[in-house]
């Protein structure tokens, strides 16, 4: 990368004493003398840096096989969770694959890189199904009123693990779903089984030597409604939360809670003993957590249609953030995010609605969306939220979909590439994504002449199952914002932050993955007080 050299030149006390004599010589009427003219203001211009940013492509159906699975990079990604051990980070994921070409290789896959931005397939974490999993279910059948009989050959799903470190041990709790009915064969009259939440633990992830503790938390039935399910559209689960879609998190007090829930009930929070990494009971449904987040009132429906919660404590703002993933997961899927002082809510929105009493959470910080020159993107959210430990630079993960329907891809929805975005926060604490996937472009300094040119905007308006699409915007010389969208804009070198139209955004360097040829270009992220994203991306 080139960078210009500004080099400031001063004048010796030597040198101020001779130009003083020199000025004292002159006659006021000597005509040579003149009082030159100030240089003029030149704005720098703009420096594309040199830098060979990833060129793998989005498309990557062609070596989507287990036998091409060392060429996968971040191909077939879903729900993943991050965490760095030594020099790699280490991504774990649910079991999902274009083709499920994974089938038959064991759980829980998982990946390395060094730089968020290459990355190693590993393998599996997980052979099988650990034995407690079928006992604890056809215990639980044997106590149900009336008993039903056991399951010998259970049906698994393999969901959502989360990975942490907690001291020197690192924690990985997962879900395993039993898919069976639990009465006959059809379920449109009968609720599945239920899900369970596990806890392995390792020293040391690069050994991938994990040692299973058993059951952590289940979908437990309260009572309220039964297992009989009305056809199709009865979303009534007979569950008080959903055990899958697990997020842990230790408060700087050192409690720890497990962070839970899916599409039913809502989002369940669930104290755990520092020691065991579990409950310290389960006889009651108290027991199970307490609700945190929801989508409308769960009294009257308990389908609440959001999940994979995953939360942080940002100690720069003293807040925790609780993000979630909002409608169903191949097309629609969006982001939002809430925060709360308190580890138990209530979570709110930057506009102060509770979602831990049912509002819509909002900001809405990923929602499909499509650039110019590219398919666009779906399904994007179920995101992990992790730092990098040495720069403390916040990351957003998850995965992210091409659209149905693109022209010589078969089923191209079921592409499911991973997306590795850097966080920006807003001044008043809220966090951004960056439009751009991670490529570890060099950070420069740029100035307000670098802004002038062609952008993509795009505005995240909810809409569901569309993608929100980007239009071409002129940013002036004269402060000026022309082209599909009109008005002003400023910026403040200072804290890199662009006022476009009033909507405050971080400006960052990016690198341009939709572009013909990749390259290094600039870009932005805001909120506005609506409370949705805004992106925009310089293409010229």
Same mark, same amino acid.
């Given at each position: ?22 000025? =004292?010589? !002159? ?5 040579? $003398? ?6 003029? +203001? /030149? @704005?720098? &211009? ?113 969901? =959502?693990? !989360? ?5 020197? $041990? ?6 395993? +779903? /039993? @898919?069976? &009915? ?359």
């Amino acid at each position: 990368m080139k960078k210009k050299n500004f080099i400031l030149k001063t004048i010796s006390p030597i040198g101020f004493f001779v130009a003083a004599i020199l000025m =004292a010589s !002159c006659s006021k009427d000597d005509p040579a $003398v003149e009082t030159p003219d100030p240089d003029p +203001v /030149v @704005t720098p &211009p703009v420096v594309t840096p040199t830098f060979a940013g990833p060129t793998y492509a989005d498309n990557y159906t062609a070596f989507a096989s287990w036998n091409t699975r060392s060429q996968w990079n971040l191909a077939n990604v879903h729900d993943p969770s991050v965490e760095k051990s030594g020099e790699y980070y280490y991504m774990y994921q649910t079991d999902a694959s274009y083709g499920n070409a994974h089938e038959g290789n064991g759980h829980f896959f998982y990946r390395r890189s060094k730089d968020l931005i290459n990355w190693e397939f590993m393998g599996s974490s997980m052979a099988q199904a650990p034995a407690w999993v079928k006992d604890s279910l056809n215990n639980k059948r044997a106590r149900m009123s009336p008993a039903l009989p056991p399951i010998e050959n259970p049906n698994y799903g393999f969901w =959502a693990p !989360c990975v942490r470190k907690v001291g020197n $041990v690192f924690r990985m709790y997962y879900s395993i +779903v /039993v @898919t069976n &009915p639990i009465t006959g064969t059809d379920t449109n009259t009968s609720w599945t089984e239920r899900a369970f939440i596990g806890l392995a633990e390792t020293t040391d992830l690069a050994s991938n030597n994990w040692v299973d503790k058993g059951m952590v938390v289940c979908s437990e039935p309260d009572g309220v409604k039964s297992y009989v399910r009305n056809g199709g559209n009865d979303w009534d689960a007979y569950f008080k939360f959903n055990a899958i879609d697990p997020s842990f998190i230790e408060t700087p007090e050192g409690e720890q809670y497990l962070i839970y829930g899916s599409w039913h009930s809502g989002i369940a929070a669930l104290k755990l003993n520092p020691t065991t990494g579990k409950p310290d009971k389960l006889k009651t449904i108290d027991d199970y957590g307490v609700r945190i987040a929801g989508r409308g009132n769960v009294n009257t429906n308990r389908w609440q249609a959001l999940e994979g919660p995953e939360i942080i404590y940002n100690p720069d703002t003293q807040y925790y953030y609780l993000f979630l993933a909002y409608d169903e997961l191949s097309v629609a899927y969006n982001t939002r995010v809430a925060r709360s002082k308190n580890i138990l809510g209530p979570y709110v929105t930057n506009t102060g609605m509770s979602i831990t009493n049912g509002a819509e959470c909002f900001p809405l910080v990923t929602h499909p969306y499509q650039f110019k020159n590219h398919t666009g993107w779906v399904g994007f959210a179920h995101c992990a939220v992790f730092q990098n430990p040495e720069t403390k630079q916040w990351f957003y993960a998850s995965q992210a979909r091409l659209p149905e329907g693109v022209s010589g891809i078969a089923v191209s929805n079921a592409v499911m590439m991973g997306h590795v975005h850097g966080i920006q926060w807003t001044e008043d604490g809220w966090p951004v994504i960056e439009p751009e996937r991670y490529a570890g472009v060099p950070t420069t300094t740029f100035a307000e002449g670098n802004l002038v040119g062609t952008w993509e905007q795009i505005t995240m308006n909810y809409q569901y199952k569309t993608m929100q699409k980007a239009v071409t915007i002129f940013l002036t010389a004269d402060k000026k914002v022309s082209g599909d969208i009109t008005g002003t804009w400023s910026y403040d070198p200072a804290k890199k932050i662009a006022t476009i139209n009033g909507v405050k955004c971080n400006v960052i360097d990016a690198w341009d993955w939709e572009s013909a040829t990749r390259k290094v270009t600039l870009s932005y992220t805001g909120i506005n007080s609506a409370g949705i994203a805004v992106w925009g991306k310089k293409i010229n």
